[in-house]
C-alpha cells in the first residue's frame, strides 16, 4: 500500500475514534452535582433536542483530507468538513422532531413544499454555537437553532396551523395587519363597579389558578410540538384554547419539565392547578397526548373560566428524570 493510502486510513481511523469518544460525551445529559436540573433531552444521533433550552443541537467532526500539508491548510479543510457534517446531523435532528404522535417534520416535509423550502432556511440560518481543535486529530462544531420564536422550528412548519388541525375547535388569533396594528381602537371606559360587602364570617375566596401541571411521571410520554390532553371520553381539552399565532410560537403549547426544575414558576407561575394524568394516548407509535380522569377534566375547565390560563399557554408537563 502507497503511502497515500496508509494516510487516508490513518485519517479515517483517527475520525471514527473521534466521533466516538465526541458521541459518549454528547450522550452525557446528566448535569454535574451543582444543584441544578437535570434538563429534558430527546437524543437522536449525534444530535439532540432540548426541550429545556428550546433549542436543537447538533455536533460534527471533521478531520483534514491527506493533501493537506499547512496547518492553516488543516484547520481550515477540517473545519469546513466538520461544518457540513454537523449541518447534516442537524437536519437529521430537525426532521426527527414530533409534531403529534403521528407526524414528525420529516413526514410535514415530504407532504408540503412551502414547508420543505422554510425548513431548509432554518438550517441555513443555524448558528455555531461551539468550535475547536477536538482531540489534537479533527475538528469539531456544534450548530444550533431554536425551536420557539422568531426564525424557528415552530415557525417554519406553522405551529398555530398544526394546533388548529390536532384541535379543530381551538380560536386561533391570526395577527393582526399592518392598518390594524397602526390604527388601535381605544376601549370605552368601563362602569365602575361597587366591592360587594361579604357576608360576615365568610372566608375571603381562594386565589385563582396561573396555570396547569399534568404530572405524567411513570407513563412513558413521548415529547411533541403539538401534545393534546384528553379526557377519558377522549375529548380534547385544547379546543378550550384561544390564542394567537404568535403566542403559540412564541411559547409552545406546553412546556416539558422535570418536578425540581426551578423555572417551572416561569412557565405555569406561583400558584399552578396541578393534576396528576391516568394514562397516555397517541394515533401512532409514540404516546404523547395526555390523559386526564374525567372529574379533573371538569375541574380544570372550570378554573379554566375563572382565570383563563390555558389562554396564556401556561401549561407544563412533568417527566420522568430519565425519560
Not at 457534517?85 to 413544499?113: C, F, H, P, Y
Not at 424557528?152 to 393582526?176: E, K, M, R, Y
Not at 426544575?261 to 401512532?284: F, I, M, Q, Y
Request: aromatic share 4%.
Amino acid at each position: 500500500m502507497n503511502a497515500l493510502g496508509r494516510t487516508g486510513r490513518c485519517a479515517m481511523l483517527c475520525l471514527l475514534l473521534v466521533c466516538m469518544a465526541g458521541m459518549l460525551a454528547w450522550a452525557e445529559t446528566k448535569p454535574k452535582a451543582s444543584g441544578a436540573a437535570t434538563p429534558v433531552v430527546d437524543l437522536i444521533g449525534d444530535g439532540k433536542i432540548d426541550w429545556t433550552k428550546m433549542e436543537l443541537r447538533a455536533r460534527g467532526f471533521g478531520v483534514a483530507p491527506a493533501f493537506a500539508k499547512t496547518p492553516a491548510q488543516i484547520t481550515t479543510l477540517a473545519r469546513e468538513a466538520a461544518i457540513m457534517a454537523a449541518e447534516r446531523n442537524l437536519l437529521k435532528v430537525i426532521n426527527g422532531v414530533k409534531i403529534t404522535s403521528d407526524t414528525t417534520v420529516e413526514t410535514l416535509v415530504l407532504k408540503n413544499d412551502a414547508t420543505r423550502s422554510r425548513v431548509s432556511g432554518l438550517l441555513k440560518g443555524a448558528v455555531i454555537v461551539s468550535e475547536g481543535p477536538y482531540k489534537e486529530v479533527g475538528y469539531e462544531v456544534v450548530m444550533a437553532t431554536s425551536i420557539y420564536g422568531k426564525k424557528s422550528l415552530a415557525q417554519s412548519i406553522d405551529l398555530a396551523g398544526q394546533l388548529q388541525v390536532a384541535a379543530p375547535h381551538a380560536t386561533i388569533i391570526p395577527p393582526a395587519s399592518k392598518e390594524e396594528s397602526a390604527s388601535p381602537v381605544t376601549p370605552a371606559p368601563a362602569k365602575p363597579v361597587e366591592p360587594a360587602t361579604p357576608p360576615e364570617n365568610v372566608a375571603l375566596a381562594r386565589e385563582a389558578y396561573t396555570g396547569i401541571v399534568i404530572d405524567c411521571r411513570g407513563l412513558d410520554l413521548s415529547r411533541a410540538l403539538c401534545p393534546r390532553l384528553l379526557d377519558q371520553d377522549h375529548n380534547n381539552l385544547w379546543d378550550l384554547l384561544a390564542v394567537s399565532v404568535e403566542l403559540v410560537n412564541d411559547r409552545g403549547i406546553a412546556g416539558y419539565f422535570h418536578a425540581d426544575d426551578p423555572a417551572l414558576p416561569e412557565r405555569v407561575g406561583k400558584h399552578p392547578l396541578t393534576v396528576k394524568a391516568c394514562a397516555v394516548s397517541g394515533h401512532g407509535m409514540f404516546k404523547t397526548d395526555g390523559v386526564i380522569s374525567t372529574e379533573d377534566a371538569a375541574r380544570l375547565r372550570a378554573e379554566n373560566a375563572r382565570s383563563l390560563f390555558l389562554n396564556k399557554l401556561n401549561l407544563a408537563l412533568l417527566v420522568d428524570q430519565d425519560k
